[in-house]
């Protein structure tokens, strides 16, 4: 299992029962493939559906069904289309029950940094920015380091926000982290990691619960 | 209502230097292919554009940026269009970037003969910075704009010759929103139907806000799937 499956694979068990989540681009793609069968979990698309459902096998696609990657999809029974002001009326006014999104950089506060690198990397907005602001509760799905092996669980955002104090739950190949009021509490971590690694991999305070964390 | 159907030397006379153009579509879906290389075409220089994307490279919307016709264009995300990327990196194209759903609801708006609307999307971020706020039940919130244009490209499944459109599946996105937010609305077709023929149920943008249409009696290879999204 890739690391990239084992985020995803701890991220849907996240999702409960008659959820409307919302998967961002990379990691949050693959959650879909570890969601039980028959729970009626709605995956909403910004380009305006909801009850996606998996990617379509080959030779089954339609030219007028992507999602907002450009991927070829299928639906789910009771699926729905709707325009693009409607989609993020869905976002916007509540009913969007979770979010899954990538990130560049979190800080302890829950601020998330993930659409703009000034001067490097600026491809646009997108909807992460009313995903992350306005869905009842974010989860990020990231790599633990950036690919130069900086920690991205930081004190404070360097880059420019995405949104502010947004973050509820943090899951990486490494540990599952919570963000609360009194700051980041490690809730568990990966089979093939130590609670020491995690703290010297994470560049802000973690609170550890005494005694043996859950593994995943 | 009358026939709304014309011919593309009709449409061709709509475009002018200089003109502020929606473009539906969301990726491929929605996108009016046929429209845009009729702009291309035509040659018309110093455009501002206003779509979700700019298509992917070599397509749609990125052709008339790549043959130098667009002046700014007014978006939410470039992010599978490398080449326009290059094309703003060198500073050659003004790119106005706005939250999606901020963009559709600017569009909604302008279109509902609105000035505009109050949002706290991103008001913790630097898109705040030259915004005018104003505080509303003691919060401080964004004015938005609305945003119009001077014509509307639009695409969809089914016209009737009033000009009543029914959109497929995504490819709806845009479409409808843009439809009523320009001086001019042209759609094409991919079929035509006679007026009377529609269930009034299915209609999805009634006739009242489309000008002209144009049946399309081929799709280009661009309204096919594209490869490298395929698993």
């Given amino acids: 299992m890739s690391y990239k499956e084992k985020i995803a694979g701890r991220a849907a068990r996240e999702v409960q029962p008659g959820q409307v989540i919302n998967l961002g681009i990379g990691i949050p793609t693959m959650i879909p493939r570890y969601l039980p069968d028959g729970t009626g979990i709605w995956v909403h698309s910004e380009n305006g559906i909801l009850g996606m459902g998996l990617r379509c096998r080959r030779g089954t696609e339609d030219r007028n069904l992507i999602d907002a990657g450009g991927n070829y999809v299928t639906l789910m029974p009771g699926a729905s289309f709707f325009d693009s002001a409607l989609s993020f009326a869905l976002v916007r006014g509540g009913r969007l029950d979770v979010a899954f999104l990538g990130a560049l950089e979190i800080s302890q506060y829950g601020d998330l940094a993930n659409w703009i690198i000034p001067g490097k990397h600026a491809p646009g907005i997108g909807g992460g920015m009313e995903l992350a602001q306005k869905a009842r509760r974010v989860i990020v799905t990231t790599t633990h380091a950036t690919r130069n092996g900086q920690p991205k669980i930081l004190k404070q955002c360097t880059l420019p926000l995405t949104a502010k104090g947004c973050v509820d739950l943090i899951i990486t190949e490494q540990a599952v982290i919570e963000v609360t009021a009194a700051g980041l509490r490690l809730k568990e971590i990966a089979f093939d990691t130590s609670v020491d690694r995690v703290v010297a991999n994470t560049a802000a305070d973690l609170m550890i619960p005494d005694g043996e964390l859950p593994r995943f | ?231």
């Fill in chain 2, 1 to 231: 209502m009358t026939d709304k159907i014309c011919s593309m030397e009709d449409i061709r006379k709509i475009f002018s230097d200089g003109l502020t153009v929606m473009v539906g579509g969301f990726g491929v879906p929605g996108t009016p292919f046929i429209l845009v290389d009729a702009l291309l075409a035509d040659g018309a220089k110093g455009l501002t554009l206003i779509k979700n994307e700019a298509n992917e490279d070599h397509m749609g919307v990125s052709k008339l940026i790549e043959a130098g016709q667009v002046r700014k264009i007014i978006t939410s995300h470039l992010g599978l269009n490398a080449t326009v990327i290059g094309i703003m990196n060198r500073g050659e194209i003004e790119v106005e970037f706005y939250p999606q759903g901020i963009l559709a609801e600017k569009i909604r708006t302008g279109g509902s003969g609105l000035y505009g609307f109050l949002t706290d999307i991103g008001i913790d971020t630097i898109l705040k910075e030259k915004k005018q706020t104003i505080l509303m039940d003691g919060r401080e919130v964004i004015v938005e704009p609305a945003l119009r244009a001077d014509v509307a490209l639009i695409h969809a499944t089914v016209g009737d010759r009033s000009g009543n459109l029914v959109y497929a599946k995504s490819a709806r996105n845009f479409n409808p929103i843009m439809a009523t937010a320009a001086r001019t609305v042209i759609a094409e077709v991919e079929q035509v139907v006679e007026t009377g023929v529609l269930e009034p149920d299915q209609i999805h943008t009634p006739g009242a806000f489309v000008d002209h249409m144009v049946e399309i009696t081929e799709l280009t290879q661009e309204y096919g799937i594209l490869a490298h999204h395929v698993i």
